[in-house]
């Protein structure tokens, strides 16, 4: 059964300062890995899909990176602004092509 | 473009209670998914449907369940309502089946209390 976890649980940092958000997943047979952001009240926002085929996918000042094999991607945050405070959430599709999401990582960036 | 709108954003419903949810999806998009969020079992997939078609089904009881119309609006129903069942249900759509080869938009939710 494919699980997955989102370490830190919660993170806060001085604005600009970059960042990293990890996620890891127990089994590789994935289609993709989405990162999403989730604002108070609000639905989530799709950041970043990675095709299990790439390594990397990059939007703006946000990195993300892929590694089927070991279970691991990485949300790189460059240059953290106050406007990026939010919970951002990983998911993978899986075998079944449903999204199997982690818990998230709560970040606050300190003005 | 309009975005993906959910009626209601809020409900409160007493136990053994039904609810009917509903899900707008943007203009041309065919696939329709539900997610169940709650604060200790995280995002939970509920199904997919597609063209009126239910594709895809999460692990959740026969108590929960939805439907599509040949607008693409999709409708999802809670019957006999359980404490359990209090939740933010988020609805999503795309293009093309869910995920595969774009990502998902979402509505802002129905957060649902069940008393």
């Known amino acids: 059964k494919q699980e997955v976890t989102q370490i830190p649980a919660a993170l806060s940092v001085p604005e600009g300062e970059n960042l990293v958000l990890n996620c890891s997943f127990t089994d590789s047979a994935i289609y993709n890995l989405q990162w999403f952001r989730q604002d108070p009240g609000k639905g989530l926002t799709s950041l970043l899909l990675?095709?299990?085929s790439q390594r990397e996918q990059t939007s703006g000042r946000l990195n993300a990176s892929l590694d089927k094999s070991s279970g691991r991607s990485t949300l790189y945050i460059a240059a953290s602004q106050p406007g990026d405070s939010a919970t951002y959430l990983c998911a993978v599709m899986d075998s079944n092509y449903q999204l199997i999401w982690g818990a998230g990582t709560k970040l606050i960036i300190k003005p | 473009k309009a975005g993906v709108t959910q009626t209601p954003r809020y409900l409160i419903k007493t136990r053994g209670q039904q609810v009917t949810l509903s899900c707008s999806p943007i203009?041309?998009?065919?696939?329709v998914s539900w997610y169940q969020q709650t604060p200790g079992q995280g995002l939970q997939f509920l199904f997919e449907?597609?063209?009126?078609?239910?594709?895809n089904k999460g692990n959740f009881p026969g108590r929960f369940s939805g439907r599509q119309f040949s607008n693409s609006r999709s409708e999802m129903n809670v019957s006999t309502l359980e404490l359990g069942d209090s939740a933010l249900y988020l609805c999503a759509s795309s293009l093309v089946p869910s995920g595969l080869e774009e990502t998902q938009y979402f509505g802002p939710g129905t957060r649902l209390l069940v008393l």
């Open positions: 203009s041309g998009h065919r696939s």
């Open positions: 449907y597609f063209s009126e078609t239910q594709r």
């Open positions: 990675i095709q299990s």
